[in-house]
DNA sequence: ACGCGGATGTTCT
DNA sequence: GAACATCCGCGTG
């Protein structure tokens, strides 16, 4: 027997737990996107924790600034940020309120509307690579930071929102260290994926750059 | 399969 | 001025 996916909104008090609960019983969740062309529809398989202004990994380390209010404020709301003046990355702020905690959204399985996500992600050569990681997966859903604040938990209508869908049986859960995070934030296994999914992005340890003229 | 460098602009020091 | 919760294309093996 395969039971359906649960297609009601998580609510507001699924968000307003401490970030590491939160984050792996984020897998298998669904997350809906509304476009003008039509819904798009992503399972969750990989996602990592940021904790807050004790974190020296998370955006909130060096505490509240006009890019990172968001995680602020009240949790099961999106915080998208701009990186590498190209990129787009979503969170889902977690609670209490004022913890400055989030879970970034890191890649999933296109479920609905694949041919919507396949126009915004030309260079993927399958669809497996569509949501392969965080920013793959905010350009294939349109996510930008006119999303920045929205509210997951209000339900269908909303641009974005998450719904219960069927989170994966926990021995499947898998943990490691976060992806492109350095210094002391690099030790904690704080990524969460669902284990031999191929839709999870590939491993990168952190990488200092070497400047350029 | 894997490693490297460039792209691009916002944010913070 | 440097770093950046990244991705892509091209090189080598």
């Keep these: 027997m395969i039971e359906s996916p649960d297609r009601t909104p998580l609510p507001r008090d699924f968000f307003d ?7 792996p019983e984020l897998l298998g969740r669904i997350l809906i996107r509304l476009t003008a062309d039509g819904p798009i529809e992503l399972r969750l398989t990989e996602v990592e924790a940021y904790a807050g202004e004790v974190d020296p990994g998370s955006h909130a380390y060096r505490g509240r600034t006009a ?19 190209m990129w ?6 977690c ?3 004022g913890r400055a905690s989030g879970v970034l959204l890191r890649a999933g399985e296109i479920q609905v509307g694949a041919e919507l996500a396949r126009k915004r992600r030309i260079s ?12 793959r997966l905010a350009t294939a859903l349109a996510v930008g930071r006119d999303l920045n604040g929205t509210d997951l938990c209000n339900g269908p ?16 859960v898998r943990s490691g260290p976060r992806t492109g995070v350095g210094g002391d934030g690099a030790q904690h296994p704080w990524r969460f994926w669902i284990a031999d999914d191929p839709t999870v992005s590939p ?3 952190h990488l200092p750059r070497r400047r350029s003229t």
Aim: with cysteine; proline share 14%.
């Design 67 to 85: 890019r990172n209010a968001v995680m602020f404020g009240p949790p099961g709301h999106a915080y998208v940020y701009f990186t590498y003046g």
């Design 203 to 205: 491993y990168r340890a």
């Design 95 to 97: 609670g209490p309120e």
């Design 157 to 172: 209508d909303s641009p974005l929102t998450l719904l219960h869908g069927s989170p994966p049986d926990p021995d499947q």
């Design 17 to 23: 737990r401490p970030v590491l609960e939160v984050a």
């Design 88 to 93: 787009h990355c979503l969170n889902a702020v």
């Design 124 to 135: 993927a050569r399958n669809d497996r690579e569509l949501a392969k990681g965080p920013a």
